[in-house]
């Protein structure tokens, strides 16, 4: 079974500064896909970036990038000039693709937050 | 935008009654998911439905839980027996298949069992 871990449960960044949060998963399978979702205080679970794990490129979405490391088994997004408007949860998430159920095995969460 | 929909947003129930967690996904998504999170802690599957069945559950989703599409929009979640442990908030998600496609998650509803 695939794990993943996000190994800060909390993290500050200056407001306008740059913050990478970490994550790592085990796998034995090759192709397979990776999340970043963000968790404000509403609690709903928001998609922030994808990163198929066949393309080399590493997935940029405006303020908010990867840096997908397969052979590491390492997907770490950094957030370039943060706003106030970041601070939340952001969990790292899974999904195989040889997987029927198309589930999504989510790691332990870090706790963003942004000092004015 | 579309958008999942889920009610009631805030249930309370007590220990031993059944409840029922109503969603509406995305009108043109295949792939059905529940998801819980107890309060500080990870996101865990519990199930996911496809083509009128469930496609893999999860060791949490037991035989107290069940799932149901009753018509063409809704989708819902069972737990006949409430224990105190199931207290959780509770999200529903929808995709539109294999691949890619992100998941779009509800805003949750948050079961307390007293």
């Known amino acids: 079974a695939q794990t993943v871990t996000q190994s800060q449960p909390e993290m500050s960044v200056q407001e306008a500064e740059t913050v990478t949060l970490s994550c790592t998963y085990d796998?034995?399978?090759?192709?397979?896909?990776l999340f970043w979702y963000k968790q404000p205080p509403s609690r709903q679970m928001i998609l922030v970036i994808r990163?198929?794990?066949?393309?080399?490129q590493n997935a940029t979405e405006n303020r908010f990038s990867v840096n997908f490391q397969k052979a590491a088994k390492s997907f770490s997004l950094k957030i370039s000039d943060s706003q106030l408007g970041d601070a939340a949860m952001y969990f790292c998430a899974y999904r195989s693709v040889n997987n029927a159920g198309n589930m999504l095995t989510f790691g332990g969460g870090t706790r963003l937050m942004v000092k004015p | 935008e579309p958008e999942v929909t889920q009610t009631p947003s805030h249930q309370v129930t007590q220990m031993g009654q059944e409840v029922i967690l109503r969603c509406v996904p995305i009108s043109n998504h295949l792939y059905f998911y529940w998801y819980r999170q107890i309060l500080g802690q990870k996101v865990e599957f519990l199930v996911s439905f496809y083509n009128n069945e469930i496609s893999e559950k999860s060791e949490i989703f037991d035989d107290q839980f069940s799932v149901e599409r009753p018509d063409g929009s809704n989708f819902t979640l069972k737990i006949r027996s409430t224990k105190l442990e199931d207290s959780a908030m509770y999200f529903c998600?929808?995709?539109?298949?294999?691949?890619?496609?992100?998941?779009?998650f509800g805003q949750g509803t948050r079961l307390t069992v007293v």
């Open positions: 796998t034995s399978e090759s192709d397979y896909y």
């Open positions: 990163q198929e794990a066949y393309k080399q």
């Open positions: 998600a929808s995709s539109e298949g294999q691949g890619v496609g992100e998941a779009f």
